[in-house]
């Protein structure tokens, strides 16, 4: 079974600060997504990562891929009150080819301090 | 583009009562999903049709919950009888086949259980 991971579980932190969000997962898989979610409403794709090595940057935020630690990182950088969010990241554990079959993990939920 | 939209927003109900969801994917998308998402979880995928086939129910508790997905567009989801421990958020997705695109989310039905 697919486990996924992220720390920390929540994050406050102040205005203007960097910091990054970890996400381990326990099986092989290349394809990795990272979601936003604001409270009590959808979630938004923020990263799609396709291979080992991938790097997407977006604003504030970086996302990176190493498939072989099996680690995806989302990185802030000098945070904004507007990225307060619940932060999912979810691994892909279908063939190539077939649409995608996500396992999410516990997310993190982001809170920026002025 | 329009996006994922379902029905109802929110739904009150007692246990062992039944509710039904539904959800209209985005146009063109294939792939259609039904996750749940507890309070502070990440999503967890209950079902996955691809076109009206179903690809994936591994995760389904099939002795409450059935979805179905008629001409391959609309879906609908439905739990009967209901239980304390089905109160959650169910969220519809769709993605664009091939492989690889991000799953769209709708904002969910958020049901809870008397």
């Known amino acids: 079974e697919l486990k996924v991971e992220q720390n920390p579980l929540f994050l406050s932190m102040q205005e203007g600060k960097n910091y990054t969000i970890y996400c381990n997962y326990s099986t092989t898989s290349d394809r990795l997504y990272w979601y936003r979610q604001d409270p009590g409403k959808s979630l938004e794709s923020l990263f799609v990562l396709l291979s080992n090595g991938a790097v997407k940057q977006e604003g504030r935020l970086m996302a990176s891929l190493d498939t072989k630690a099996r680690l995806s990182t989302l990185h802030i950088t000098a945070a904004v009150h507007d990225l307060s969010a619940t932060y999912f990241c979810?691994?892909?554990?279908?063939?190539?080819?077939?649409?995608?079959?996500?396992?999410f993990g516990t997310g993190t939920r982001l809170q920026v301090t002025l | 583009e329009a996006g994922v939209a379902q029905s109802p927003r929110y739904k009150i109900i007692e246990k062992r009562q039944s509710v039904a969801f539904w959800c209209n994917p985005i146009s063109g998308h294939a792939t259609l999903y039904w996750y749940q998402q507890i309070l502070g979880q990440g999503p967890k995928l209950l079902i996955q049709f691809q076109n009206n086939g179903v690809v994936d129910d591994s995760q389904l508790p099939k002795d409450r919950f059935s979805a179905e997905r008629l001409k391959g567009v609309d879906s609908t989801l439905k739990i009967q009888p209901a239980k304390l421990e089905d109160s959650a958020v169910y969220l519809c997705?769709?993605?664009?086949?091939?492989?690889?695109?991000?799953?769209?989310f709708g904002d969910g039905t958020r049901l809870s259980i008397l």
């Open positions: 997705a769709s993605s664009l086949d091939p492989d690889a695109q991000p799953q769209h």
């Open positions: 979810a691994v892909d554990s279908s063939l190539t080819g077939t649409a995608s079959k996500l396992t």
